[in-house]
């Protein structure tokens, strides 16, 4: 089966710049997560996604992040404007259900650079 | 804030060696998984342990899970350099949210 597909790979903008990610899970995966990485640190989730409905977004700085996803299948983080700490990987991620957190499948991120 | 947190931080081994990481975790759980990322990619899933197991082997992969202690090992068994990866533990909570939360993993280089 076709992996988490995630574009761009690698964006890089001026500060105060928009910026958007997108994902597209894999097929059959209702629950859809946006994690935020630093440099030698752990990912830390900012949004999940039940199908269409963001469950989870506790942790999305709603200022500047916001996310859909829309038809519960493809999703859009966009951060606008961007910061100088926004520099980070973008991890996009996919499970099958939503019974007891299982298997995670990650997208190979966007590489975001703010200057 | 992140659940776990991984010992070592960094681990280098020469090839054949064995490699053991360890993840200590804050709540409790429903499972414990380890993930593995290799530079520049995205995560990629090894093993997963439910909150009633203790022990669990996937090839050359070993995971113990001690709930009273609220910790969890990594063993990976004659080691390859191609094993040279960061591995990060990840928790499952037991109360509420199908999240789940990331430590900040350990850098393992496996010399040829």
């Known amino acids: 089966e076709a992996g988490v597909v995630q574009s761009p790979r690698y964006k890089i903008i001026e500060k105060k710049q928009p910026v958007a990610f997108w994902c597209n899970p894999i097929?059959?995966?209702?629950?859809l997560y946006w994690y935020l990485q630093n440099l030698g640190q752990g990912p830390e989730l900012l949004i999940r996604y039940e199908n269409e409905e963001a469950v989870d977004d506790s942790q999305l700085p709603k200022d500047r992040f916001s996310a859909e996803r829309l038809k519960g299948v493809d999703s859009t983080l966009k951060i606008q404007p961007a910061e100088l700490g926004d520099s980070a990987v973008y991890l996009c991620?996919?499970?099958?259900?939503?019974?007891?957190?299982?298997?995670?499948?990650f997208g190979e991120g966007s590489r975001l650079t703010v200057l | 804030s992140q659940q776990g947190e991984e010992d070592p931080q960094a681990l280098s081994i020469q090839e054949g060696e064995n490699a053991t990481m360890n993840c200590s975790y804050k709540t409790s759980i429903n499972n414990l998984q380890w993930y593995r990322q290799n530079s520049g990619r995205g995560l990629v899933h090894l093993i997963l342990?439910?909150?009633?197991?203790r022990e669990k082997h996937s090839g050359r992969l070993r995971v113990t899970l001690d709930t009273s202690k609220k910790s969890s090992s990594l063993l990976i068994t004659a080691s390859r350099a191609a094993d040279t990866a960061s591995y990060f533990c990840?928790?499952?909570?037991?109360?509420?949210?199908?999240?789940?939360?990331f430590g900040t993993g350990t850098r393992l280089t496996v010399i040829p």
């Open positions: 097929s059959g995966h209702n629950t």
């Open positions: 990840a928790t499952a909570l037991l109360a509420g949210a199908n999240n789940l939360f």
């Open positions: 342990i439910r909150s009633n197991e």
């Open positions: 991620a996919s499970s099958r259900g939503l019974a007891n957190t299982g298997e995670l499948f």
